[in-house]
């Protein structure tokens, strides 16, 4: 009887944890077991930024515990927290209790973030935490020109010719980047910099920085209308741009008017559909006095993504579309707008509350940038 009764408390268990699984919208929904045995809800870190980490002891990663607590220390009062999951499931390198696991991280990194107990984060006995984990953010590789990367590349391989098509955890220090939020970020293979997490980090925790980098081009507009209150937000945002010895060379012409912007939009149907749309132009008479002629474009252009950045912040969604220098693109607004000469379209944005979610691309491209310190070398 006793074993029928620890059975049916078994399968009740992995029931309930499967449906946590199926129904979770993010990590919130989730409860995990403390170092002292006690449950934890995952929603007591709402409103933080969090790295998700599973950690071993034993491990060629394990002086990395080092720099996750210097990431701890850092960020720390501003929002962040580091969960860490050990596990034992990579080489048998985490082996012992939470808490002689716990007492070795206090006594040789001096860890001060939050450590939990013991856990499974593949096969069937995987938490379910991880499970969702993996579903949100798949293996995305080693960095095989990294000699750490080609290191685990080639040791996974021999194991497995076909390991990297699966979602499964490979190693110790798998991190996972959760937003403030919920959402799953990114998720960080135990050989990724750690100059890179912490750059995602800053971008998460700063406000303006986390702006930038999720704001995207959006299309589709719902009917809601913009109000003119946001507009001029929008447009002091653009006002605030830097330009060239100070002669703001620019006109901003906001178009509301359903028919007018039917017939700004042309072959850009996402005019159409707008609240609002705003048409950064420079004004020639400003542009053409001493040292700003040749950088009016230059300093439009940067109105141009203040706008699009307070649009963003707005909770609206914006497309910048081209005109200048496009001869015939000018015209074509310029007579729509009855401009006078000395006032050039260089582009227009759509925007409007967003009818789609797409999600933001990450355009970092390491290959794209030099490091050229004085009197040394690029690198």
């Not at 962040?80 to 999951?85: C, G, H, K, P, Y």
């Not at 986390?210 to 003119?228: F, H």
């Given at each position: 009887m006793r074993r029928i009764t620890a059975f049916i408390k078994l399968a009740l268990l992995s029931l309930s944890m499967v449906t946590t699984f199926v129904s979770a919208q993010s990590v919130y929904d989730f409860k995990v077991m403390d170092d002292v045995g006690q449950e934890v809800s995952l929603s007591d870190y709402k409103g933080k930024v969090l790295l998700i980490v599973n950690t071993a002891t034993r491990c060629g990663f394990t002086p990395q515990y080092k720099e996750l607590e210097a990431l701890y220390e850092k960020y720390e009062?501003?929002?962040?927290?580091?969960?860490?999951?050990?596990?034992?499931?990579?080489?048998?390198?985490?082996?012992g209790t939470i808490q002689e696991i716990h007492s070795f991280c206090t006594a040789n990194f001096d860890i001060r973030f939050s450590q939990f107990d013991k856990i499974e984060v593949n096969g069937a006995n995987e938490h379910p935490l991880y499970t969702y984990l993996k579903a949100q953010k798949g293996f995305g590789g080693f960095d095989t020109n990294d000699q750490r990367g080609k290191f685990m590349d080639d040791m996974l391989r021999k194991r497995d010719a076909d390991y990297d098509k699966k979602t499964d955890i490979k190693w110790n220090f798998t991190k996972f980047l959760v937003s403030r939020d919920g959402r799953v970020l990114k998720r960080y293979e135990p050989t990724d910099p750690m100059s890179d997490i912490e750059a995602a980090i800053?971008?998460?925790?700063?406000?303006?920085?986390?702006?930038?980098?999720?704001?995207?081009?959006?299309?589709?507009?719902?009917?809601?209308?913009?109000?003119?209150?946001d507009i001029e937000t929008m447009l002091r945002a653009g006002m605030a741009a830097p330009t060239a010895v100070n002669k703001q060379p620019w006109h901003f012409v906001a178009v509301t008017n359903k028919e007018k912007l039917a017939e700004l939009a042309g072959r850009r149907g996402m005019i159409k559909q707008a609240g609002v749309a705003i048409v950064v132009c420079g004004n020639l008479d400003k542009a053409m006095q001493g040292k700003a002629q040749e950088y009016w474009i230059q300093d439009c252009s940067a109105a141009t993504e203040n706008i699009l950045l307070a649009a963003h912040a707005l909770g609206l969604g914006a497309v910048w579309t081209g005109c200048y220098p496009m001869d015939d693109r000018v015209a074509e607004v310029s007579k729509v707008l009855k401009l006078p000469e000395t006032i050039v379209p260089l582009c227009v944005i759509a925007i409007g509350h967003p009818a789609e979610q797409p999600t933001p691309k990450d355009k970092w491209k390491p290959e794209n940038v030099s490091y050229n310190e004085f009197g040394g070398k690029a690198e």
């Open positions: 009062k501003a929002g962040f927290e580091i969960l860490d999951f050990p596990c034992n499931q990579f080489g048998e390198q985490a082996p800053q971008q998460e925790m700063n406000p303006v920085l986390s702006s930038i980098m999720a704001r995207t081009s959006i299309r589709q507009y719902t009917n809601e209308p913009v109000t003119k209150a």
